[in-house]
């Protein structure tokens, strides 16, 4: 979903429009009008900008099994489970 900033310059005929697409955090690609998608909170405590997101695709593509969304949340639990199998071992 694209966030759009209208712009309404004095003269009433005269109308600037801006769309801003949004960019999927895995793959990179735009994320277009009508595609369906993810947001992802980040808190980062030491900005006082508060929290910022990342976007990802939640459909899949023509030839993939997978999101990705599901590909991001694969890599993190891959992640996960090797520090955890690190410290056991």
Known sequence: MASILTVRIIDPTLVATVSTPHECA???SLIVSGERWVREKIYAPYTENGPHYRRY???LF?????SCWEKHEMELEIARTART?????
């Open 62 to 66: 023509h030839d993939e099994g997978l």
């Open 57 to 59: 695709h939640a459909d």
């Open 26 to 28: 895995y793959c990179r």
């Open 85 to 89: 199998a690190d410290r056991i071992m």
